[in-house]
T-cell receptor, first 112, second 114 residues
């Protein structure tokens, strides 16, 4: 049951530019999370936004959540080459006994 | 500072073999998860566990089983490996009841079945 769908699938930008990734989901959620994956490695948690929050910041990351549209966006400001990775949104369903449901990810390439 | 450890980074097994993928966490987390990751399909949940000796099927449990005899260890078992189980396998853990908390992932095991 794939819940989140990221858009775009791939994004190429120059260092210093901003990168925006979007995530849409289908069902009611407790929270939405964003993770990063460097090539061939495990995922690393970036930020969590709860269903009653609309925006959250962490360093160069800004996440928004619109529960009426069932969508979220992740903005990375002033991108660096080291931001090159795949980014996944994950939804925590509003349902007992469930696990995070991940989308297919956005591959970000930042060139210097 | 390693928190979730998967025993192998790369593994090559033959079709029909019984394969064990091991995952150990040192954070005293109650919840543990196994996902597989394939190009174009993202992460798909295989099995998860909210307590010792407890297991729940995820979205794609067929061909897999799990074992959780101790809190810190969650093993994924491929009963009879097949080529379509060639994939990256990711283990994760989280605390509490699994709500409102983030997951900590291991580095993954890339399994090739030949």
């Amino acid at each position: 049951s794939q819940q989140g769908e990221e858009d775009p699938q791939a994004l190429s930008i120059q260092e210093g530019e901003n990168a925006t990734m979007n995530c849409s989901y289908k069902t009611s959620i407790n929270n939405l999370q964003w993770y990063r994956q460097n090539s061939g490695r495990g995922l690393v948690h970036l930020i969590l936004i709860r269903s009653n929050e609309r925006e959250k910041h962490s360093g160069r990351l800004r996440v928004t959540l619109d529960t009426s549209k069932k969508s979220s966006s992740l903005l990375i400001t002033a991108s660096r080459a080291a931001d090159t990775a795949s980014y996944f949104c994950a939804t925590d369903p509003n349902q007992a006994g469930t696990a995070l449901i991940f989308g297919k990810g956005t591959t970000l390439s930042v060139s210097s | 500072d390693v928190k979730v450890t998967q025993s192998s980074r790369y593994l090559v097994k033959r079709t029909g073999e019984k394969v064990f993928l091991e995952c150990v966490q040192d954070m005293d987390h109650e919840n543990m998860f196994w996902y597989r990751q394939d190009p174009g399909l993202g992460l798909r949940l295989i099995y998860f566990s909210y307590d010792v000796k407890m297991k729940e099927k995820g979205d794609i449990p067929e061909g897999y089983s799990v074992s959780r005899e101790k809190k810190e260890r969650f093993s994924l078992i491929l009963e009879s490996a097949s080529t379509n189980q060639t994939s990256m396998y990711l283990c994760a853990s989280s605390s509490g009841q699994g709500k409102g908390v983030d997951y900590t992932f291991g580095s993954g095991t890339r399994l090739t079945v030949v």
